[in-house]
Each structure stands twice: as structure tokens, then as C-alpha cells.
């Protein structure tokens, strides 16, 4: 094995390699280096990002293509923004490290500007991930309650650590770390496409929500925390609700007097046609989470947003402490300053109701003339598109899926493709920048709609 410290310091030599590891411009170097020395927990697209402006991407080889999912439904502002990047530069001129024991300027404005944009739900708290953001809005409901278990549904993903990964309802991401931990009761989704009731809307009674009072009555009230919800589930396909869905997920936890906790890392900073989707849908949680789209994914950032009853509880310090290192981090509540005022200013959320009503209309058209297509859903810019071998079964065939993902990739789309499996469904999941013209629109749908067609010759 080569020592690099043989003496206690560094030869020349050794200088000089890592002066070409920190300069290294080959692409056939830089994913060799990938295939040795990273750890691949997911698959992943050996193409090297160098560039990005608007909706587009260019790779280290110069190809360019429309990201047609803003890196999972998170670059809401688009790639290259000079206000967000601005921003970023002026604050790292001025410090960047600074924790929580200390207020900082960014921070304290974004909690400030959180408040405007989210009136019902005045105090935030920050972090880093969607993930950190779930597990703290467990640990608050828990506190605020005193009760212990959280019902959520199947195929919903609210990240991937301990009580997150826990909640989510996706066996692709838990199978191989069961047990899970205890205390989470999962329920059937609003899957009205593929619905586990074999009913039709409206006749169905929305069974999928009264299901949820089901299992609090079993479960018992008394033990339970909260009812956690995507408004749309997001990775699981772009799976929406009918409208009375999540009144009825609001009015099962007041009458049982529990939370109700929205999880909007997708869905949230104007993608579903409002500031955030619960706007959308008209119905206002007890807590909020938020990741993504809150700066963009320039810098990690996370947040639960809260009411001033919850938060009271929280200050409570002899009840316990919740610290995060990064979680007020100066440059990232700069970053997303100066974001949410980027998507406010220019009409961002408005933009994403007008191109995405147009883009689910050719959506449709699409589905309408293509025999392995079977539904085209969503709101504002999250859209998605069931893939099946049969029209009338509805049987799924993944590699169908990723037939038609790696065409459309070759010829300049990239979108995204449900790795969550609900009910074994294959679903292309449309969630680019909101910041997308009708014209860039036009240009992936044509894409997709012959990658759609050579996919389907022969079956």
C-alpha cells in the first residue's frame, strides 16, 4: 500500500499528483475515478455535468440536453440564475460558517420571508435535507402530542433516513434494511388510475381517505402523533388526488386531534400552480416540510414550517434541543433569499399552472394515439405518464420504461422515471424548471412522442 505521508510530509511528487487529481478535465479519467472510488447506492447516468443554462444541461463532452425533471422536481429557478449565484458570492464575501448559536442576517430574513409566502405557518426551523426536515417534523409531533406513531401511505417517499425512510411507503428503498422502525402504520394511496379499492371516482366515496380514519380507530387515537402526506406523491409516479382528498386527510386529523403534516420538497415554491401545493389544494397542514425548490438546490436547505402553538412547545428547552450544524448556514438562506424572490417576482408559479395545463393537454394527445401509454395526470409542472404493454390491463413492463428514457436521452430529453414501483406501475414523471416556454415544451414532447413511438414497434 503507497504511504503518502512516509515522513510526515509530502514529497514533490505527491504534490504534483494531487494537483492533477484537483485539475482533472478527461472524462474517461473522471468516471474511472467515479467507478473505483465512488459508492453508487442508486443508479446513475454516467454522464459528466459541466454546464447548465435555463432548462438545458451540456455534459463535459458538450452535448446538450433539456433536463425535462430539474434534477428531481428540485432546480425550480433553472440552471445558471445570476441573481441566486450573485447572492451566493456576496455572502461568502462576507462569512459563511456561522451554526446555530448564532443569528445570522440570511437566516433570519428567510424565516421573515417564509412567514409572507406562508402566513398560516409563521416559524420555521431550518436544515439540510428533506430527509432532516421529516425526521425533525416527526420529532416535533411526537413532542407536541406525546403520542408515538405516525400513519402515512404506500408508495409516498419522505427520504431515506431512520423515521423517513420509516414513513415512506417504497419496499425498493427499505427491503434491504428491515426492520424498519416501529411506529409507522401505512395506508393505500388516492390512486385513482390503478385504485387498490377497485372503484371509480366519485363513486368510490374517497375510500382512500376514509381508510386513514380506519387505521386511527384501530390503532387507537390515543397512541397516534400524525397523518403524513405528499400532496401529490411525487417519486411514486405523479399520483394526484381528487380535490376533496386532502380536505378529508384535514378534517380526520382535527376530529381526532391529530397533525396533519404535508411533505412539499416537491411540491413546494411554485410547482403545482400556488407558492405550495397545500395553497393548491386549499388546506392547511400543522407543519410543513420543505426542501428543494426552497433555494433551489444551488445549496442544500431544508425547512418545517409551523404554526406559533407547535413552535411555543419547541422552546421549551428542558424538553429537549434540536441543533443542526448546517441548518442555518448563511450562504444557503442567502441563496434561497434571494430565490424565492427570483420565483416571486417573476411569476414563476403562474408560469408553471399556464405551461403545465398546456404540456398535460399534449400529454394527453399523446396517450390518446399511443397503444403503451394509459394516463397523463398532474397539476402545474408535475406531471406524469403511466407506460403499459396493454391499454385495457394495464400491465407495466420497466424495461418498456427505460426503453423509451434511454432513447430520449440519446436524442436530447432527460426525464424522470418512478423508481418507488407503486403497485409495480412504470410512470414517466415530467417536472422540469418553471422558469420553461411553451416552445421548450413542444421540443421534449416531440421527443419523447418518437421515442414513445420506436419503443412501441413490435409490440
Same mark, same amino acid.
Given at each position: 500500500?503507497?504511504?503518502?505521508?512516509?515522513?510526515?510530509?509530502?514529497?514533490?511528487?505527491?504534490?504534483?499528483?494531487?494537483?492533477?487529481?484537483?485539475?482533472?478535465?478527461?472524462?474517461?479519467?473522471?468516471?474511472?475515478?467515479?467507478? /473505483?472510488?465512488?459508492?453508487?447506492?442508486?443508479?446513475?447516468?454516467?454522464? =459528466?455535468?459541466?454546464?447548465?443554462?435555463?432548462?438545458?444541461?451540456?455534459?463535459?463532452?458538450?452535448?446538450?440536453?433539456?433536463?425535462?425533471?430539474?434534477?428531481?422536481?428540485?432546480?425550480?429557478?433553472?440552471?445558471?440564475?445570476?441573481?441566486?449565484?450573485?447572492?451566493?458570492?456576496?455572502?461568502?464575501?462576507?462569512?459563511?460558517?456561522?451554526?446555530?448559536?448564532?443569528?445570522?442576517?440570511?437566516?433570519?430574513?428567510?424565516?421573515?420571508?417564509?412567514?409572507?409566502?406562508?402566513?398560516?405557518?409563521?416559524?420555521?426551523?431550518?436544515?439540510?435535507?428533506?430527509?432532516?426536515?421529516?425526521?425533525?417534523?416527526?420529532?416535533? !409531533?411526537?413532542?407536541?402530542?406525546?403520542?408515538?406513531?405516525?400513519?402515512?401511505?404506500?408508495?409516498?417517499?419522505?427520504?431515506?433516513?431512520?423515521?423517513?425512510?420509516?414513513?415512506?411507503?417504497?419496499?425498493?428503498?427499505?427491503?434491504?434494511?428491515?426492520?424498519?422502525?416501529?411506529?409507522?402504520?401505512?395506508?393505500?394511496?388516492?390512486?385513482?388510475?390503478?385504485?387498490?379499492?377497485?372503484?371509480?371516482?366519485?363513486?368510490?366515496?374517497?375510500?382512500?381517505?376514509?381508510?386513514?380514519?380506519?387505521?386511527?380507530?384501530?390503532?387507537?387515537?390515543?397512541?397516534?402523533?400524525? !397523518?403524513?402526506?405528499?400532496?401529490?406523491?411525487?417519486?411514486?409516479?405523479?399520483?394526484?388526488?381528487?380535490?376533496?382528498?386532502?380536505?378529508?386527510?384535514?378534517?380526520?386529523?382535527?376530529?381526532?386531534?391529530?397533525?396533519?403534516?404535508?411533505?412539499?420538497? =416537491?411540491?413546494?415554491?411554485?410547482?403545482?400552480?400556488?407558492?405550495?401545493?397545500?395553497?393548491?389544494?386549499?388546506?392547511?397542514?400543522?407543519?410543513?416540510?420543505?426542501?428543494?425548490?426552497?433555494?433551489?438546490?444551488?445549496?442544500?436547505?431544508?425547512?418545517?414550517?409551523?404554526?406559533?402553538?407547535?413552535?411555543?412547545?419547541?422552546?421549551?428547552?428542558?424538553?429537549?434541543?434540536?441543533?443542526?450544524?448546517?441548518?442555518?448556514?448563511?450562504?444557503?438562506?442567502?441563496?434561497?433569499?434571494?430565490?424565492?424572490?427570483?420565483?416571486?417576482?417573476?411569476?414563476?408559479?403562474?408560469?408553471?399552472?399556464?405551461?403545465?395545463?398546456?404540456?398535460?393537454?399534449?400529454?394527453?394527445?399523446?396517450?390518446?394515439?399511443?397503444?403503451?401509454?394509459?394516463?397523463?395526470?398532474?397539476?402545474?409542472?408535475?406531471?406524469?405518464?403511466?407506460? !403499459? /404493454?396493454? /391499454?385495457?390491463?394495464?400491465?407495466?413492463?420497466?424495461?418498456?420504461?427505460?426503453?423509451?428514457?434511454?432513447?430520449?436521452?440519446?436524442?436530447?430529453?432527460?426525464?424522470?422515471?418512478?423508481?418507488?414501483?407503486?403497485?409495480?406501475?412504470?410512470?414517466?414523471?415530467?417536472?422540469?424548471?418553471?422558469?420553461?416556454?411553451?416552445?421548450?415544451?413542444?421540443?421534449?414532447?416531440?421527443?419523447?412522442?418518437?421515442?414513445?413511438?420506436?419503443?412501441?414497434?413490435?409490440?
Amino acid at each position: 500500500m503507497k504511504v503518502l505521508f512516509g515522513d510526515g510530509h509530502l514529497s514533490e511528487a505527491n504534490l504534483d499528483t494531487i494537483r492533477k487529481i484537483a485539475e482533472c478535465q478527461d472524462s474517461n479519467e473522471l468516471l474511472d475515478w467515479s467507478a /473505483k472510488h465512488l459508492i453508487h447506492y442508486h443508479a446513475y447516468n454516467p454522464r =459528466i455535468i459541466t454546464g447548465g443554462k435555463g432548462v438545458l444541461l451540456k455534459d463535459i463532452d458538450g452535448k446538450e440536453f433539456i433536463d425535462f425533471a430539474a434534477m428531481v422536481a428540485a432546480v425550480n429557478i433553472g440552471y445558471g440564475d445570476k441573481e441566486v449565484v450573485e447572492a451566493i458570492r456576496q455572502q461568502l464575501d462576507q462569512i459563511a460558517p456561522i451554526t446555530t448559536n448564532f443569528l445570522n442576517i440570511p437566516q433570519v430574513r428567510l424565516a421573515r420571508l417564509l412567514a409572507e409566502v406562508a402566513p398560516e405557518l409563521p416559524r420555521c426551523f431550518f436544515a439540510t435535507s428533506g430527509s432532516e426536515a421529516t425526521e425533525l417534523a416527526i420529532k416535533t !409531533v411526537r413532542r407536541h402530542t406525546g403520542r408515538r406513531k405516525i400513519i402515512s401511505r404506500w408508495g409516498g417517499y419522505h427520504g431515506w433516513t431512520g423515521s423517513s425512510l420509516s414513513a415512506s411507503g417504497a419496499a425498493l428503498y427499505k427491503r434491504e434494511y428491515d426492520p424498519m422502525a416501529p411506529g409507522f402504520v401505512h395506508v393505500p394511496p388516492p390512486y385513482c388510475y390503478r385504485c387498490d379499492f377497485g372503484k371509480q371516482y366519485p363513486d368510490c366515496k374517497l375510500e382512500c381517505a376514509q381508510i386513514v380514519e380506519s387505521a386511527i380507530i384501530y390503532e387507537h387515537p390515543s397512541t397516534v402523533a400524525a !397523518v403524513i402526506a405528499e400532496p401529490i406523491i411525487g417519486g411514486g409516479g405523479a399520483i394526484v388526488p381528487p380535490d376533496e382528498y386532502l380536505h378529508e386527510l384535514r378534517r380526520i386529523c382535527s376530529k381526532y386531534d391529530l397533525q396533519l403534516i404535508i411533505d412539499e420538497v =416537491i411540491t413546494g415554491f411554485g410547482r403545482t400552480g400556488k407558492m405550495f401545493a397545500y395553497q393548491t389544494f386549499g388546506v392547511t397542514p400543522d407543519l410543513l416540510t420543505v426542501a428543494k425548490g426552497i433555494a433551489s438546490t444551488y445549496i442544500a436547505l431544508s425547512a418545517v414550517l409551523t404554526n406559533d402553538t407547535i413552535a411555543r412547545g419547541l422552546e421549551d428547552y428542558g424538553k429537549g434541543e434540536s441543533f443542526s450544524t448546517y441548518g442555518n448556514h448563511p450562504v444557503a438562506c442567502a441563496a434561497a433569499v434571494a430565490n424565492i424572490k427570483a420565483i416571486l417576482e417573476r411569476k414563476l408559479p403562474e408560469n408553471a399552472a399556464r405551461v403545465g395545463d398546456y404540456c398535460l393537454k399534449a400529454l394527453k394527445d399523446i396517450v390518446k394515439d399511443s397503444p403503451i401509454l394509459g394516463e397523463a395526470r398532474g397539476k402545474g409542472l408535475l406531471l406524469g405518464v403511466e407506460i !403499459v /404493454k396493454n /391499454k385495457n390491463t394495464k400491465e407495466t413492463d420497466i424495461e418498456l420504461g427505460r426503453r423509451i428514457a434511454r432513447t430520449s436521452l440519446g436524442k436530447g430529453l432527460f426525464f424522470g422515471l418512478s423508481r418507488l414501483r407503486v403497485k409495480n406501475a412504470v410512470i414517466a414523471i415530467f417536472s422540469p424548471p418553471l422558469t420553461i416556454t411553451r416552445e421548450e415544451i413542444d421540443k421534449a414532447l416531440e421527443i419523447f412522442q418518437s421515442a414513445v413511438k420506436e419503443a412501441s414497434i413490435g409490440l
